[in-house]
T-cell receptor, first 110, second 114 residues
């Protein structure tokens, strides 16, 4: 069964303190791994799609990487406005549905 | 370029009632997926509509049904509401036929069942 596990559940960082969020997955035939940012009470905001192992994508202070078993979302010198829940999702086989993890709740303090 | 829109923003119902939620996809998109997100959890896939038909369904009972209109907008209907149906309901749109196409989410409808 396809599954996504994110860790840690919650992360508190000081402003400027870099860190990484982990997304481990088991899936039959990966057709994309997706990262979303979600603010409280809002819909998820699309960040990145990764398709194959070794691929990397960057956007401002965020960098996403992908291996055959996991993905990392690296946050460099975070700011308080980066505080949010970060969701990882995968799509497998010939289905279009996204399977989400439970997310990592990030808090960045000034 | 209008993104995904959903209405209403919030809704309060009582057990046993029925509810209809609405979604307009991002401009140029033709596929709509619905997700349920309980507090502290990731979104769970309910179903997907393409060409006005349900193309795929997740593990949700028949109380959950939907519809897609010729203009690609969609409705989610939930009958015989239960307390456990309280959640944020998310609509996501995408463009079919692009293989690894991304899904873009709307702001959601917060449903509270009392």
């Amino acid at each position: 069964e396809d599954q996504v596990t994110q860790s840690p559940e919650a992360l508190r960082l000081q402003e400027g303190e870099s860190s990484s969020l982990n997304c481990s997955y088991t899936v039959s035939g990966l057709r994309g791994l997706f990262w979303y940012r979600q603010d409280p009470g809002k819909g998820p905001e699309f960040l990145f799609t990764l398709y194959s192992a070794g691929e990397e994508k960057e956007k401002e202070r965020l960098k996403a990487t992908l291996t055959k078993k996991e993905s990392f979302l690296h946050i460099t010198a975070p700011k308080p406005e980066d505080s949010a829940t970060y969701l990882c999702a995968v799509r497998s086989g010939n289905t279009d549905k996204l399977i989400f993890g439970t997310g990592t709740r990030l808090q960045v303090f000034p | 370029d209008a993104g995904v829109t959903q209405s209403p923003t919030h809704l309060i119902k009582t057990r046993g009632q029925q509810v209809t939620l609405r979604c307009s996809p991002k401009s140029g998109h033709d596929t709509v997926s619905w997700y349920q997100q309980a507090l502290g959890q990731g979104p769970q896939f309910i179903f997907q509509y393409y060409e006005e038909e349900e193309r795929q369904r997740g593990n949700f009972p028949d109380r959950f049904s939907g519809h897609q209109f010729p203009n690609y907008s969609s409705e989610l209907n939930v009958n015989a509401l239960l307390l456990g149906d309280s959640a944020l309901y998310l609509c996501a749109s995408s463009l079919a036929g692009q293989g690894y196409n991304e899904q873009f989410f709307g702001p959601g409808t917060r449903l509270t069942v009392l």
